[in-house]
């Protein structure tokens, strides 16, 4: 047990290191940091570490200390879902309603219909899904992982482009929660009818939808009782930090006990809480500590379960290859139609299609439910994450080119900020 934990701390020196210099190497060519961590996460699995030193990778991730990693892992998504909650925004939906609501139908319509095309040729490709899997979870499932938005990086260069406020800042948000809520819809779907067991299945749908109308009703009441005490405090004390962690925990076994999954009892719980101190206080405490520490846990789990040598198959890399134009047409290309269509100027619909076809850390929390549950298998886990990095790095380029250059070269003259 105690060369477990010693193990276990060498592990996390290891995938501390090689996340924060892969993350700085990305930022040096203009990439987020969590685009060189989700990098990283996959060289020190056995696409790089484990083919180059085979011996030295598997004494550093042994199987008994990867169930620690596992729980870290789950810990930092869970937490990490929570906070995107807390950043949910309903006001952005009342002044781009329409023309978010557009946008983000298109964004969802059209990879459904690309998965519905593309499940029955993939589900007959042995490897790519679990036997168990039905022809309908099938689709379900890459229509979800083809339409998810890497929303909390979109919120992220939005507000590091100085857009927040603006008329695209505000679309691409709206847009992108609504496509987000969705997806998570599909996926919690797919996996309470997962199975074949009617009665699982509906413990699963009436309990997840039970649980989030209780939040969103008597539980933010109840929670907004605690934001009134940080709101006098104007701070949050030990022990409204407890309670708080108490309830995400409680949250996150209900949801995953009833058969969906601990993400998603951490995200509604965001969404119900108060906004002001109590958001705020939290999440200045609980970011740093998530997002330094144990995302890091989760993006080399991710990485352990990934063998891109699988591409070296031609028949793979030709699904790969597929997936990936499905996803960038399927999301961007159609997101940037509807915003046309809205009367959305040319610069700024390109823009909108760039920012929503990210896939990012939200992809690789959808694939990894999808392996753990049993829906998909290895190999289509593999193409998954290529798609989610390839997908993610070309989001910052695409919306320079199309658009921040412009907007700061009109910036200029005026000497003002980004407008939008």
Not at 158 to 182: K, Q
Not at 317 to 338: D, E, P, Y
Not at 394 to 417: D, L, N
Request: proline share 4%; charged share 15%.
């Amino acid at each position: 047990m105690q060369a477990n934990a010693a193990s276990f701390f060498l592990q996390m020196a290891v995938i501390l290191a090689a996340c924060r210099v892969v993350g700085w190497l990305a930022r040096r060519v203009g990439q987020p940091q969590v685009v060189g961590e989700m990098i990283a996460g996959v060289l020190l699995g056995p696409s790089l570490l484990g083919m180059l030193f085979p011996e030295a990778s598997a004494r550093l991730f042994s199987q008994e200390t990867r169930g620690m990693l596992y729980v870290g892992s789950q810990l930092g998504v869970g937490l990490y879902m929570f906070l995107v909650g807390m950043e949910f925004r309903t006001e952005l939906f009342r002044s781009r309603a329409r023309s978010a609501a557009t946008v983000s139908v298109a964004g969802m319509v059209t990879p459904f219909i690309l998965g519905a095309l593309l499940a029955p040729w993939l589900i007959g490709v042995p490897g790519l899904f679990a036997g168990s899997t039905r022809l309908h979870e099938a689709a379900l499932f890459l229509g979800a992982a083809i339409a998810i938005t890497a929303f909390p990086m979109l919120a992220r260069i939005i507000h590091e482009r100085g857009l927040a406020g603006t008329s695209l800042g505000t679309l691409a948000l709206a847009a992108g929660a609504i496509d987000d809520a969705a997806a998570w819809c599909v996926l919690a779907l797919v996996l309470a009818s997962f199975g074949g067991d009617s009665s699982l299945a509906i413990t699963a749908i009436g309990g997840g939808i039970l649980y989030a109308a209780f939040m969103l009703t008597l539980g933010r009441k109840l929670l907004a009782r605690i934001g009134l005490i940080a709101l006098r405090d104007g701070s949050v004390t030990p022990a409204m930090m407890a309670v708080i962690l108490m309830l995400f925990c409680l949250s996150a076994w209900f949801t995953d006990h009833i058969g969906i999954h601990a993400v998603f009892g951490g995200f509604i719980l965001g969404i119900a809480m108060p906004r002001g101190p109590l958001t705020e206080g939290l999440t200045k405490k609980l970011e740093p500590f998530t997002v330094v520490f144990l995302l890091p846990m989760f993006f080399t789990f991710s990485g352990l379960n990934t063998r891109l040598d699988v591409m070296l198959k031609p028949s793979i890399l030709l699904i790969a290859a597929v997936v990936l134009i499905a996803s960038t047409l399927g999301k961007g290309v159609a997101c940037w139609a509807a915003a046309r269509l809205h009367g959305e100027d040319n610069r700024t619909a390109l823009a909108v299609g760039a920012l929503m076809n990210s896939r990012g850390l939200m992809e690789l929390i959808i694939i990894n439910i999808g392996l753990q549950k049993g829906i998909i298998g290895r190999e289509l886990f593999a193409i998954l994450v290529v798609m989610a990095i390839v997908t993610t790095l070309m989001a910052t380029p695409i919306f320079e080119w199309v658009y921040g250059r412009h907007a700061r070269k009109s910036a200029e003259p005026a000497k003002g900020g980004i407008d939008g």
